[in-house]
């Protein structure tokens, strides 16, 4: 008896201990994305690129960083046993955490402005602009989920490398598009806070010291859920520990380390600037179904499970309905944004019950 006691004593103190490890992992992770989007920022103004290829294109990288680098670490560096299905949830929870959660909190922060008399209650944005993003997103995810019932490995390969060369035109498109150049209202270098334009030694300092950050507080995050979903599968729930793995990365992993990140876009809708806040949310959309899913493509059989589709279509569903709607009408309401939380809560209990 002393000996189960002495057991579930020290399962007890492992699972907190992977908690707290999992909590300092994303924050570390956080503060990588923060150094490494500053310092790429700069990077760009350093090679005299555009405003919006700076913050659409370069920015977007270091915000979509947590995403790409998770999956990375967990099947090529931890590749424990539930390492594939952290992977998988990290890949797929993006798309699917931006389509509901971000457009949920965007429409929200909207109606509130505007009932406190800060704005107007439509979205002013550029609906052709904000079509082309999600019409590129729903085209991209269709195919990037359609590869997972391809029958051949080599099917998959070419899917893969056509989600690649789609994101590469996506981002030339982008660059063509942008026309000014413009290194305004940049934040201060942290390595030179005190420095109006810091020295570009400087500059790469920072950003692979962000990198590395980014890296090792990815390899903990990774060690630690897998940790975690042992301990629940081993007393607390009935699902086997790769399940578990899978939905905690579906759902942890995206609003702990994105999420964050577009809280920018309530300030946008607070100040106006309407498109720059939706196009935040569409731009990584577009990015995390190519490049991400490309990886995993590569790197893991590729084959989903019936909770990790089911985001998917979630995701889509969101996508289309937002998209058919503001063409139709030719406006967005942000009450058309609210659909993320239903849609977000249909996934939920149905990961829950199956």
Wanted: aromatic share 8%; proline share 4%.
């Amino acid at each position: 008896m002393e000996a189960i006691l002495l057991s579930v004593k020290w399962a007890s103190m492992e699972f907190l201990g992977a908690i707290v490890l999992t909590l300092i992992a994303l924050a570390v992770i956080l503060a990588g994305c923060e150094l490494f989007t500053n310092g790429i920022e700069w990077v760009g103004c350093k090679l005299n690129l555009s405003t919006g290829a700076v913050g659409s294109v370069l920015a977007a990288v270091g915000t979509a960083l947590p995403e790409t680098l998770v999956p990375i670490v967990a099947l090529l560096v931890v590749r424990g046993e539930a390492s594939e299905e952290i992977g998988i949830g990290a890949i797929l929870g993006a798309p699917f955490m931006l389509s509901t959660l971000a457009f949920l909190m965007t429409g929200a922060a909207a109606i509130v402005y505007h009932r406190r008399g800060r704005r107007g209650l439509d979205l002013v944005v550029h609906t052709d602009t904000l079509g082309q993003d999600l019409a590129y997103f729903i085209a991209v995810y269709v195919l990037a989920i359609g590869a997972s019932f391809l029958p051949g490995r080599p099917y998959k390969l070419a899917v893969g490398a056509v989600l690649i060369a789609a994101y590469c035109y996506y981002v030339y498109s982008h660059f063509r598009r942008e026309e000014e150049n413009g290194a305004e209202d940049l934040h201060p270098l942290y390595l030179q806070r005190n420095c109006d334009v810091p020295r570009l030694r400087y500059v790469l300092v920072q950003v692979v010291t962000a990198l590395a950050a980014i890296f090792l507080g990815a390899h903990i995050f990774v060690s630690n859920l897998e940790k975690i979903s042992t301990v629940l599968a081993s007393g607390l729930l009935h699902w086997d520990a790769k399940t578990i793995a899978l939905v905690l990365s579906l759902t942890i992993t995206p609003v702990a380390t994105e999420l964050p990140e577009k809280f920018n876009s309530i300030i946008w809708v607070g100040r106006g600037k309407d498109t720059l806040a939706l196009g935040n949310i569409t731009g990584a959309m577009v990015f995390q179904s190519c490049v991400p899913v490309a990886i995993g493509i590569l790197l893991t059989p590729w084959e989903l499970e019936t909770r990790a589709v089911a985001s998917a279509v979630i995701a889509l569903l969101s996508g289309v309905t937002v998209f058919v709607v503001m063409r139709a009408q030719h406006r967005l309401s942000p009450y058309l944004l609210l659909i993320g939380a239903p849609l977000y809560a249909a996934w939920l209990v149905y990961a829950l019950r199956h």
